[in-house]
């Protein structure tokens, strides 16, 4: 056995660590920038939610704008999927009804980096607007897609894009208002049937709202 042969398992399990350490810190980021935003956190936070020196989390990362920068292309890349429409020819029920159930379940599983987004959309997106490019792309792509529904009469004559925004607006706010919510209705805020049942009311509500025959 060469040296090189006899050094791997202590190399692959250095590189183990080293990617498991920076999952935490990732999860330890997102936990304060959606708490604090960019201009609030600091590096000591997210070292201290991560349980890390500061000088520790240096070793990991350039810098705490890096870091943000990095989970809002995450974010986007996840958009991208989330609203990533199916064929077409499926029609306005089927492909708005998987759009609006995948975009729901976000909300529910990552409430965080959902209010992130949100966040940094409300102070005019200085930092994410570079990169949405595909983002609107996409988004073209699927205004096009409902405007040639309502020509061949699938779908009542809305505002292609409107409705998109008012897609987005109905399904965050089960990711930046979950508490308030699960008070309301005297419900855990995990509860997996409630979660079922507000998807099916917001999917039939966003429907009927766009004439979907």
Known sequence: MTAEEADAPATRGRARKYTQVLGVIYQAAVEVFAADGLAGASTQAIADKAGLSKAQLHYYIESKEALYRQVLQDIINDWIGVFGFSDEAFGPRKVLTDLIQRKMLFSFEHPLRSRIFAAEMMRGAPVIREMMG????????????????????????????????HLWAVTQFYADHAAQVAYFRDVPVSDEKDRRYLTEQVTEFLLKGAGVR
Do not use: E, Y
Request: aromatic share 10%.
């Open 134 to 165: 595909t983002s609107k792309q996409r988004t073209n792509q699927a205004a096009a897609v409902i405007q040639n529904w309502i020509h061949r009469g699938l779908m009542d004559p809305v505002d292609p894009m409107l409705f998109l925004f």
